[in-house]
């Protein structure tokens, strides 16, 4: 089994500034929602094949807590450009020999980076 996608929420009316973070400054590419879905509202992106989708949520409130957590070969540009385009970088150092930080989307919404091949699940066949 593996993760298809994963859905991260966001209020009515957040695509521009999605659009912004995911494509503009993590580097994902939009790519269209199926037309049975357009209606409401929201939008996917992709980068290799980690999938994003975000929906709108009429009663949204940020995950604080829960969060996506994704792999990167280039994460010290990657946290360089996200902080240039002032957005929180908190590097932690909780798990030894594992390089990540979290940052938070237009949203609120918490997001994880970490070192492509110190993430936590690399090491299960």
């Given at each position: 089994?593996?993760?298809?996608?994963?859905?991260?929420?966001?209020?009515?009316g957040?695509?521009?500034?999605?659009?912004?973070?995911?494509?503009?400054?993590?580097?994902?590419?939009?790519v269209?929602?199926?037309?049975?879905l357009?209606?409401?509202?929201?939008?996917?992106?992709?980068?290799?094949?980690?999938?994003?989708?975000?929906?709108?949520?009429?009663?949204?409130?940020?995950?604080?807590?829960?969060?996506?957590?994704f792999?990167?070969?280039?994460?010290e540009?990657?946290?360089?450009?996200?902080?240039?385009?002032?957005?929180?970088?908190?590097?932690?150092?909780?798990?030894?020999?594992?390089?990540?930080?979290?940052?938070?989307?237009?949203?609120?919404?918490?997001?994880?980076?970490?070192?492509?091949?110190?993430?936590f699940?690399e090491a299960?066949?």
């Amino acid at each position: 089994m593996r993760i298809d996608h994963v859905q991260v929420a966001m209020p009515d009316g957040g695509e521009g500034e999605a659009r912004s973070f995911y494509r503009d400054v993590v580097g994902m590419t939009e790519v269209e929602k199926p037309e049975p879905l357009r209606s409401r509202g929201g939008c996917w992106f992709v980068r290799d094949s980690c999938h994003v989708h975000l929906g709108i949520d009429p009663e949204f409130r940020p995950a604080r807590k829960a969060h996506p957590a994704f792999l990167s070969d280039e994460l010290e540009a990657l946290a360089e450009r996200l902080g240039g385009a002032g957005y929180p970088v908190k590097w932690s150092s909780e798990v030894p020999g594992t390089d990540r930080f979290y940052t938070e989307d237009p949203f609120g919404n918490r997001i994880e980076f970490l070192r492509m091949g110190h993430g936590f699940s690399e090491a299960e066949p």
